[in-house]
């Protein structure tokens, strides 16, 4: 089976900063990654899918790169909604896989 | 607008069988591509795929929870019903439905609120 792991498990930002959040795989998953944010009492939102595309009405300030074992979720600019918890997911023809969170509280 | 909502008990017993029915609008599961999955939560802690059933009626389950699963379809009623035997206090969690973004892998585009199961005598 295919792990995910995600760095930091928890970040402390302020409101303007640049955020990346790694996520690693254990084995080559090509692009086959998406970002999801979930907020307190709230059901995840995607944020992006096949590594780098953004889901329909995620403002740009959200961004995804990499491929094989590591992938990146950048937020160029924070802003006060976007403090939460961000988690990556693996998706194959077989097998889904989540890892286990980030989350991005208030500096 | 597709929405999907979630019912089923909120307590159950240890070793009893868990039936949760995720009833959705706005897509049909007939239609190619479509597909429905289940995720939990546990309170404080992440999230974890356990099925997902397509509109050919193929089924993906959770290899750690494969032997307790099963999900099924009523394409009549617009419903998905997922069972877990044998439930056990480390199943209490959160257990969401979502739509699978059509024809982009099975990545969850919509989710319903999600239904709070806890399991104790």
């Known amino acids: 089976d295919i792990q995910m792991t995600q760095s930091p498990s928890t970040l402390s930002a302020s409101v303007g900063d640049r955020v990346t959040i790694t996520c690693r795989a254990s084995?080559?998953?090509?692009?086959?990654l998406a970002w999801y944010q979930q907020k307190p009492g709230k059901a995840p939102k995607l944020l992006i899918y096949?590594?780098?595309t953004l889901e329909s009405g995620v403002p740009s300030r959200f961004s995804g790169s990499g491929s094989g074992t590591e992938f990146t979720l950048t937020i160029s600019s924070l802003q006060p909604d976007d403090f939460a918890t961000y988690y990556c997911?693996?998706?194959?023809?077989?097998?889904?896989?989540f890892g286990p969170g980030t989350t991005v509280d208030i500096k | 607008q597709i929405t999907l909502k979630e019912s089923g008990p909120t307590l159950v017993k240890p070793t009893q069988t868990l039936t949760l029915t995720c009833t959705f609008s706005?897509?049909?599961?007939?239609?190619?591509?479509?597909?429905v999955g289940w995720i939990r939560q546990p309170p404080g802690k992440a999230l974890e795929w356990l099925a997902l059933?397509?509109?050919?009626?193929?089924?993906h389950y959770s290899p750690s929870l494969k032997s307790r699963l099963t999900i099924t379809k009523d394409t009549s009623k617009n419903q998905v019903v997922l069972t877990m035997t044998n439930m056990d206090p480390v199943d209490t969690a959160t257990y969401y439905c979502?739509?699978?973004?059509?024809?982009?892998?099975?990545?969850?585009?919509?989710w319903g609120q999600g239904t709070m199961v806890t399991v104790s005598s």
């Open positions: 979502a739509h699978r973004l059509v024809n982009m892998g099975d990545v969850f585009d919509i």
């Open positions: 706005g897509f049909s599961l007939t239609t190619s591509g479509v597909g």
């Open positions: 059933i397509y509109w050919n009626d193929d089924k």
């Open positions: 084995q080559s998953i090509s692009s086959w």
């Open positions: 096949k590594a780098s």
């Open positions: 997911q693996h998706y194959s023809s077989q097998a889904v896989t």
